[in-house]
T-cell receptor, first 114, second 113 residues
Framework: AQSVTQLGSHVSVSEGALVLLRCNYS??????LFWYVQYPNQGLQLLLK??????LVKGINGFEAEFKKSETSFHLTKPSAHMSDAAEYFC????????????FGTGTRLLVSP | ETGVTQTPRHLVMGMTNKKSLKCEQH?????MYWYKQSAKKPLELMFV???????ENNSVPSRFSPECPNSSHLFLHLHTLQPEDSALYLC????????????FGQGTRLTVV
């Protein structure tokens, strides 16, 4: 079985500051890991994903995340926040074999102030 | 445009009404999902269809009735809903046995009055 914990339901940063959104997972099989972003009244859009290979993955809009197996973490970062980054971010995990449903965290709302 | 289209985008219905939400995917995926997203609550997986067969039903009340006539279309039939059913309903699709992500529609914002 898989589960995801996102620490902090809200994260506030100033424009230009580092963005760090935390995600820890548990999985009984090697995981696939995803970060999605959701703007108000919109669906979820994929930011980036880890499946196999390089543990540092780069996504859209300057975001990246690092898969750390020893820490069971997949934190999302961006060096410099933009006002347009204000949204809700969801971390998700699924197993890498057979039919494995996508399990989401509770989400983190990113607030960016000028 | 994500390849998953949901209609309508907004729906207001009375508790005695019957309505349906529609989802269509143009990605050739073999699995489709309904999620419910309520304010201040985690994303809830409602139903999963794999190759047009329902493979998961997460204790959803019978007033929600899914239908998957083919691998490209998914419906959620609604009847005698309650105000607490007001939420954003999201459809998604994916390709099983692959490392690709799930693709989401824009959602239907449902308000039950």
């Amino acid at each position: 079985a898989q589960s995801v914990t996102q620490l902090g339901s809200h994260v506030s940063v100033s424009e230009g500051a580092l963005v760090l959104l935390r995600c820890n997972y548990s999985s009984s099989v090697p995981p696939y890991l995803f970060w999605y972003v959701q703007y108000p009244n919109q669906g979820l859009q994929l930011l980036l994903k880890y499946t196999t290979g390089a543990t540092l993955v780069k996504g859209i809009n300057g975001f990246e995340a690092e898969f750390k197996k020893s820490e069971t973490s997949f934190h999302l970062t961006k060096p410099s926040a933009h006002m347009s980054d204000a949204a809700e971010y969801f971390c998700a995990v699924r197993g890498n074999t057979g039919f494995q449903k996508l399990v989401f965290g509770t989400g983190t709302r990113l607030l960016v102030s000028p | 445009e994500t390849g998953v289209t949901q209609t309508p985008r907004h729906l207001v219905m009375g508790m005695t009404n019957k309505k349906s939400l529609k989802c269509e995917q143009h990605l050739g995926h073999n699995a489709m999902y309904w999620y419910k997203q309520s304010a201040k609550k985690p994303l809830e997986l409602m139903f999963v269809y794999s190759l047009e067969e329902r493979v998961e039903n997460n204790s959803v009340p019978s007033r929600f009735s899914p239908e998957c006539p083919n691998s490209s279309h998914l419906f959620l039939h609604l009847h005698t809903l309650q105000p607490e059913d007001s939420a954003l309903y999201l459809c998604a699709s994916s390709q099983l046995d692959s490392n690709t992500e799930a693709f989401f529609g824009q959602g239907t914002r449902l308000t039950v009055v």
